[in-house]
């Protein structure tokens, strides 16, 4: 059976954190170490950590300086020990407790897999009520690597979320597949390179996974225009080596596809921004929109065609009332 690790980056989440590790600890499988990365937490996340150690031993705890989550989960890369990695934001947690069994044997079985995708679940924190986008990723997922991520990235279920799949260690090392520190939005980032060397998917079908949304204090709680011009390096990146590179036409397609839908939640982002902020980061979108032509998905499309429509600003305040009033749906249960 494979040896997991599981990385586990902790930064100021005292409140949250017994909730996550325990879950981990919860599974019935067993084989797995565990890698709390303190990232100077000036909280009492450190002793919390030191604490778990001194109980299991398959908990390794990393004490460093202050770098943010890509560092933190670098750290995790470097020291981890496992066949498959696994990350999970501290502030998250797993739900049930035979999952990592589930998935163990199904790599066990199929040893060529690279990736595998989880479902997850949103926590709307200050409701305590939960929210699954109901999707059959099944029929998405084909023989072809390239051809399976055009489909999930055509029908918008693929989240590029570090901790939405279970990651072969070999492809990370062997490729250099690291996080980009100082840079917001960096699961995107990653997740295009991922997708240059995944040679085989499967999805886990259960949902494993609860994404806390929106605590107060989280890196996306306040969106500012670091977080939006970050972007625009990401997109501005991957497009250049994506047009230079000679890479085959479905994985091309589908990663330009992916761009897109980067640039629509832009385009989404800008309506919370300062108002005197707002101009630039227009005036940015615009030099880029030819990226929508590469549209796959329905929520990129809608984006494309509003926007064409009304203009990116008036675009970008009519996505941020629908996510709002979705979101206050999905609060009510």
Known sequence: MPFFSIIIPVYKVEKYIHTCVDSVLLQDFKDFEVLLVDDG???SCPEICDNYASQDERIKVIHKENGGLSDARNYGIKFSKGDYLIFIDSDDYWEGISHLSNIATILNKNPDIDTVILKFKLLYDDSN????????????????PDETLYNLVKSANQASSAWSRVVKRSVIIDNEIFFTTGLTGEDSDWFIHLSLFVKKYKEYNQTLYVYRQNRAGSITDTIKTKNVKDQFLIIDKWNKILDNGNYPEKLYLALKGFLAYLLSIVVFLVAKLPTNERDVMIKEIEKRKELFNFALNKKTLQTKYLCSLLGVHLTSILLSKMY????VIRRKG
């Open 129 to 144: 009520t939960l929210f699954e986008k109901i999707i059959d990723n099944s029929l998405d997922i084909v023989d072809s």
């Open 41 to 43: 937490s000036p909280d």
């Open 324 to 327: 709002n009033f979705r979101s």
